[in-house]
């Protein structure tokens, strides 16, 4: 486990590092963006909600609902382990593991994965939660796990990423990168990029693993550590990588963000950048929260700003989520809010019932899944105002009184000009 040498000193540097609040007071340094009235152009309607328990205020876990095959996945920090139907939030399967479980689920291939805050990793049946074993890791698990053919890849806190065969739990093999005395909590989930594994870290570095193996194939850093003091110096890597094509994309904290080559890890282009919350990628753009919660648009092509939406500064804001010709935050209070994709444009917002939204939305066909910090997880669709206007506004259709003729016997337009448009 990372621990700094002060927690007090910790808690009032991260403070300072995010621009959240004054340490030995209440008076906010910088204070959140107060929400302003907004012309929705969104309907987002609540679809069904449910109660997981398990509070984790600010601890900045991994959990998120994973949806698959029409079933969403959930894991609570009180230890329970869930599956729903995704349209209609029945729940399908429920298992009480009895610890502050942390990451997860990731669900592939009729498993799902969680891990804890005990370094413990878990195995489920998908279809019914019956558990198929139990391992071991070093350390706090706070990064979502991998599923890659026979792997279950996990990384943890303090820098080290571990394969366990998916079968058994058992260790395939390790990677360790050395982790800086002081770090942001928070860690960067590993992903697969083609035929290798890609992780971030603390430390600004990103490496490709081979996974038979566990061989690191390239290393570069990315987010080097710049400054005099140890706050100035934080360069976190801890939102995931995305990867599109040959493409890697990577942000990190009071540094930058970057494409890089999968095949050898050579960057492409990099733009001045800060983030720990995370972004996400479409077919021509890069969509990032940045430290201060403002919203930006980057081209993936060279990372040419097209917009940024500042109305959110300050209020803790997720990663955005992609819904449609939308994009969805959550933040602090919780809210979620979605945003034109073309413009930034602030163009629906709900509450959630208060309580604060640590990590994205998870977003299907189904609708969009949130889970906030004390343990609720809810789920909303929507759809343009317009289309809903037009569908209630629309006359029903013309029922004939008797069958339209043949197209031979039906008389030719100018026998009836008065039929004529």
Known sequence: MRTPRSLSA???GLAMALGIAACGGDKDLDPPAELVKISAKLDVKRIWDTGLGGDAERLRLALRPTLVNGAVYVASHEGLVRAFAASTGKLQWSVKTKLP???????????????????????????????????????EVLARPLIINDLVVIRTVDGHVEALALTDGTKRWAVDEPVPRL????????VLAGDRIVAAFDNGKVIAVDPRNGEVI???????????????????????????????????????????????????WARDASSYRGFTIDEDFL???????????????DGAVQWEQSALRKRAVTAPAIDGNSLVVGDFEGYLHWLDRSTGEIVARVSTGGERIANAATTAQEGVFIQTEDGKLLAYASKPKAERTAAKAAPPAPQPSEPTPPAEEAAPPEAKPEAAP
């Open 10 to 12: 910790l808690a009032c």
């Open 101 to 139: 479980l942390s990451a997860g689920p990731e669900v592939l291939d009729g498993t799902v994965i969680v891990g804890s805050s005990e370094g413990d990793i878990l195995a489920f049946e998908a279809a019914d939660g019956k558990q198929r074993w139990r391992a071991t890791v070093k350390s």
């Open 183 to 190: 770090t942001l909590r928070g860690t960067s989930a590993p």
């Open 218 to 268: 390239w290393d570069v850093t990315v987010n080097a550590p710049r400054g005099r003091t140890e706050l100035q110096r934080l360069a976190d890597i801890d939102a995931p990588p995305r990867v599109a094509g040959d493409d890697v994309f990577v942000v990190g904290f009071q540094g930058r963000v970057a494409m890089l080559a999968v095949d050898s890890g050579q960057i492409w």
């Open 287 to 301: 969509y990032l929260t940045n430290s201060d919660s403002v919203v930006m648009c980057m081209r993936r092509s």
